[in-house]
């Protein structure tokens, strides 16, 4: 059973550029979070998805970010137009049960995200 | 809002016990859990309290008192392998999102 999978592993793009990360949670997940790490730092929400829905992006920046998790595919967390300061590694959890659930949160290795 | 405190870093020698605390302020929420991050690597869980009390998962226990807003990490016979962060979260009650603490930097020296 493979567990949580995130690609790239490693990104780097130029300020104004866009990023697109990539999240497919675990077999039979069918929920997904996205936390962001700044170096040195402990990780941060940003957003919760489930199949076509946007439960809480109460973490997510009002500018330049979305995520969408659709009917077939993975999540993509997307970036627009980044600076500096979005230079961070990108962690995507997934967990199975409904909201309320004590279900664990497995998270995948990460997108380390780098702007030049 | 909410917030988790820990110490920032923790050092022991092979073989010994090391206690890593975890102080909250938070209005509601389902358990409270642990997670081992390697440097560069992904958080994985490992312990989860739900109720008052201790959980024991081979060497590694985990605490919960919510009268004291408190709990804690125990790892007994420590090796090497265990120096890495370790993060306690909190699930929220309004939606299922984690809510990590500050981090503990464990150290383990020969």
């Known amino acids: 059973n493979a567990g949580v999978m995130q690609n790239p592993r490693h990104l780097v793009r130029r300020r104004g550029q866009e990023a697109r990360l990539r999240c497919s949670p675990m077999?039979?997940?069918?929920?997904v979070y996205w936390y962001r790490q700044l170096p040195e730092e402990g990780l941060k929400f940003m957003v919760y998805?489930?199949?076509?829905?946007?439960?809480?992006e109460s973490g997510m920046p009002k500018e330049r970010f979305s995520a969408e998790f659709p009917k077939e595919g993975p999540s993509i967390l997307r970036i627009q137009q980044v600076v500096r300061g979005d230079s961070a590694a990108y962690f995507c959890?997934?967990?199975?049960?409904?909201?309320?659930?004590?279900?664990?949160?497995?998270f995948g290795p990460g997108t380390r995200l780098t702007v030049l | 809002g909410q917030s988790l405190e820990q110490p920032s870093e923790v050092t022991a020698v092979e073989g010994a016990i090391v206690q890593i605390n975890c102080t909250y302020q938070?209005?509601?929420?389902?358990?409270l859990s642990w997670y081992q991050q390697h440097d560069g690597g992904a958080p994985t869980f490992l312990s989860y309290?739900?109720?008052?009390g201790l959980e024991e998962t081979g060497r590694f226990s985990s605490f919960l008192s919510r009268s004291d807003s408190y709990g804690y990490l125990l790892l007994q016979e420590l090796q090497m392998k265990d120096s890495a962060s370790y993060f306690c979260?909190?699930?929220?009650?309004?939606?299922?999102?984690?809510?990590f603490g500050t981090g503990t930097r464990l150290q383990v020296f020969p």
């Open positions: 959890a997934s967990s199975s049960t409904a909201q309320g659930g004590t279900d664990t949160q497995y």
């Open positions: 938070t209005s509601g929420f389902y358990g």
């Open positions: 309290n739900a109720l008052d």
């Open positions: 077999k039979g997940h069918s929920h």
């Open positions: 998805l489930q199949k076509e829905n946007i439960i809480d």
């Open positions: 979260a909190v699930r929220s009650y309004n939606t299922d999102k984690l809510i």
